[in-house]
């Protein structure tokens, strides 16, 4: 089951699957999304009634969030959960599962959540949805990865959306075409003739519980090139480009009759990372070339997770996303040396030394 919070997570949590449960503040935006199998208002009682959305401020998403907690954390258990980390909204409320889930004891597998966050695009979106995102990634969701007690955490960006011009509804079908052709890897393993390894669905159930980032992407595979370049030029255009893989796992489609064992070149490559993938190579008879799928979990520090978040935009982008950091630094304290500093101002004003004199009277030097 899915569950979809705010905006972006209730449109793409419902076009993934009938059965998912939807999250907002706002009726109205809950009612507008299509599909899905349940509703719920999460609420914040106003002077004015309740509020029409989060209107970009997660403190109001949070605030809702104590309205729907202990629903919330019974249906995350072991489910997946979408949202922005943009707006109000996703990004309050899941900051309020997030922490819920960082102070509970240990997690079995089984129970454990994927969440699948959208990043803004910094260089065209508001100056809101970028300090937010950055407020989230170092906050909660790094305190969360931490605590061991999340699944994987797939961050999806809207790059692609807004550099293409792509509508809104066609991107998140791309969004969620990309994650069910990963989440199809062990039905396929059910159903196409097995040639080597093999994947099931505990396998995947525990790969994509572990508390790292999963990056997932596909590529027709060509034996006869090195597969490290063709990983890299075949990332995923939908999320944000991962890091050194801790874990990996991959499902290789050769056509029919074709040669299984070009998968050795894959082991090695990663072999060579000191990463050993699970893997399997499956027959499918209605693919012309060998294809690929692969995803590798990496693991990043709350810093490092803003610097891959400002690397999707451009540089002038990057002083803003900067400017914002720099208003939470500590400004050190200047060291100034008064005495120099009055003997300038002295000499400044063409004043006698006697000025110099009266000041240390005074006690100010
Ligand atoms: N890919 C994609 N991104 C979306 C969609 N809707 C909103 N976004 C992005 O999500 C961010 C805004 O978050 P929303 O999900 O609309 O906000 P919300 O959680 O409903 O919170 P509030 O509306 O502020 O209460 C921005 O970065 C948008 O570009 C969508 O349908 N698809
Ligand atoms: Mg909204």
């Known amino acids: 089951m899915t569950i979809g919070i705010g905006g972006a997570g209730s449109k793409i949590a419902a076009k993934l699957d009938s059965q998912a449960v939807l999250v907002n503040v706002s009726e109205t935006e809950l009612n507008k999304v299509p599909g899905g199998a349940r509703r719920i208002l ?58 819920d889930l960082s102070k509970v004891g240990d997690i079995n597998t089984a129970d454990k959540t994927f969440f699948g966050i959208i990043l803004p695009y910094a260089k065209l979106e508001s100056n809101e949805f970028v300090n937010n995102t950055i407020e989230f990634l170092t906050g909660p969701l790094a305190e969360a990865i931490d605590s061991g007690n999340t699944g994987n955490i797939v961050l999806f960006n809207n790059k692609k959306k807004f550099e293409e011009k792509i509508s809104e509804d066609r991107y998140n079908q791309l969004l969620v075409d990309s994650l069910k052709l990963f989440l199809s890897i062990p039905d396929k393993n059910d159903v196409y003739r097995l040639l080597d390894g093999h994947i099931d669905h505990e396998d995947f159930a525990l790969f994509i519980s572990k508390p790292y980032f999963n990056h997932f992407t596909f590529l027709d595979y060509d034996p006869a090139k090195p597969f490290g370049e063709q990983l890299d030029a075949n990332s995923n255009p939908l999320l944000l480009e991962p890091e050194a893989a801790i874990e990996a796992l991959f499902l290789l489609e050769v056509p029919r009759g074709g040669d299984p064992t070009i998968f050795y070149n894959i082991l090695q490559y990663f072999s060579d990372k000191n990463v050993s993938p699970i893997y399997s190579v499956v027959e499918n008879p209605d693919r012309q070339k060998p294809f690929l799928t692969v995803a590798q979990l990496y693991s990043r520090k709350p810093a490092e997770l803003v610097d891959d978040f400002n690397r999707i935009t451009e540089q002038h982008v990057q002083a803003k996303v900067k400017k914002s950091l720099d208003q939470n630094v500590v400004l050190h304290k200047l ?3 008064m005495e120099q500093e009055a003997r300038r101002a002295v000499k400044q004003r063409g004043d006698t030394e006697d000025v110099l004199a009266t000041l240390r009277r005074l006690g100010k030097l």
């Open 335 to 337: 060291d100034v040396n």
């Open 42 to 99: 999460a609420s914040v009682h106003a002077a004015h009634g309740q509020f029409r959305g989060s209107r970009k401020n997660p403190q109001i998403g949070h605030d809702a969030y104590q309205s729907v907690r202990r629903e919330l954390l019974e249906l995350v258990r072991g489910n997946m959960v979408f949202c922005s980390s943009g707006g109000g909204t996703g990004n309050g409320i899941a900051t309020g599962l997030l922490q």
